[in-house]
């Protein structure tokens, strides 16, 4: 199933099209990540372009597909196991090998490939004892257990973590009034959460008449945090960074610089900053919301 391949060192040339793996779109599985990932480890396929279709067209305009289309056809480079015909397994393909569970994608690219990845990333010869010895052992079933634990860290965070923040930043903002900022500072007294993402859908999905600035909430250390709500979901330029002479400084300077007690630091590009109290970070709140106000009021 290998057939020729241009050596590792060498590079595509521009007349070469670049190859295409195709897999489904939309949800994603850790079977076809695993299978496309394992088939970029190859040479021919080092600067794939993965197409995540359904289209039988696009599909059939692949180089390799995985994971969708219907079809095991090795010689072709089709490489699905949904179909009610399908059987194999490692023991079916490769008689020598003893494991008789389905194969999944994954599978059927590490049994087809899996000899020539580890010779490649081993500098081994594909028939010699290291790669034969390690097909066997280190190499899928590393892969597998990196990618299980990657995707069962995912499924615990998301569970734990970023789904019960909605919640809490949700009822955050129906209480943001009760923070003397005119509703512009968001106060999560629990701690440090992941707020980003639910703040700006939950800004449309309540449909905020104004949007939030900023963001107070304690450290695990017991001292808090301001810090601007960013433009976007992913840049890091803040919609208030805090007042521009406060950037750099710290402790007691940055105390006496802001006429704040308890100030601890600032961030250089203003997008955060620390006190020891509560009231210490929500004063240094009030007055970048103040200082946005002034510069409002002089430009205007």
């Known amino acids: 199933c290998s057939g020729g391949t241009a050596g590792p060192g060498l590079k595509r040339s521009r007349s070469e099209p670049v190859p295409r793996i195709g897999t489904h779109d939309g949800t994603f599985h850790c079977d076809e990540v695993l299978a496309c990932y394992l088939l970029?480890?190859?040479?021919?396929?080092?600067?794939?372009?993965?197409?995540?279709?359904?289209?039988?067209?696009?599909?059939?305009?692949?180089?390799?597909v995985v994971d969708v289309g219907g079809e095991y056809d090795p010689e072709r480079h089709r490489y699905d196991h949904h179909q009610r015909s399908f059987t194999q397994s490692m023991r079916s393909l490769r008689p020598d090998k003893p494991w008789t569970t389905k194969l999944s994608s994954a599978g059927l690219v590490y049994c087809h490939f899996g000899s020539e990845i580890l010779a490649g990333l081993l500098g081994q010869p594909?028939?010699?004892?290291?790669?034969?010895?390690?097909?066997?052992?280190?190499?899928?079933?590393?892969?597998?257990?990196?990618?299980?634990?990657?995707?069962?860290?995912?499924?615990?965070?998301?569970?734990?973590?970023?789904?019960?923040?909605?919640?809490?930043?949700?009822?955050?903002?129906?209480r943001r009034f009760e923070v003397p900022t005119v509703g512009a500072v968001l106060e999560l007294p629990q701690g440090g959460c992941p707020w980003k993402e639910h703040v700006l859908a939950l800004e449309q999905a309540l449909a905020l008449p104004r949007p939030l600035q900023l963001v107070l909430f304690p450290d695990r250390s017991g001292q808090w945090r301001v810090q601007s709500v960013p433009t976007g979901p992913h840049t890091f330029q803040s919609r208030l960074p805090l007042p521009e002479p406060w950037r750099?400084?710290?402790d007691e300077a940055l105390s006496q610089l802001a006429g704040i007690p308890g100030c601890v630091f600032v961030h250089a590009s203003g997008f955060i900053g620390g006190n020891r109290t509560r009231e210490g970070a929500l004063e240094m709140a009030r007055r970048t919301l103040a200082q946005r106000h002034e510069e409002g009021t002089q430009s205007g």
């Open 40 to 64: 970029r480890l190859l040479p021919r396929y080092r600067d794939a372009e993965v197409v995540r279709t359904r289209d039988p067209q696009r599909l059939a305009q692949c180089d390799v």
């Open 248 to 250: 750099g400084v710290r």
């Open 126 to 174: 594909e028939d010699g004892p290291v790669v034969t010895a390690l097909y066997d052992k280190a190499g899928f079933k590393r892969a597998t257990e990196l990618v299980g634990g990657e995707f069962m860290d995912r499924l615990d965070y998301y569970h734990h973590a970023w789904l019960p923040a909605r919640a809490l930043v949700e009822e955050a903002i129906r």
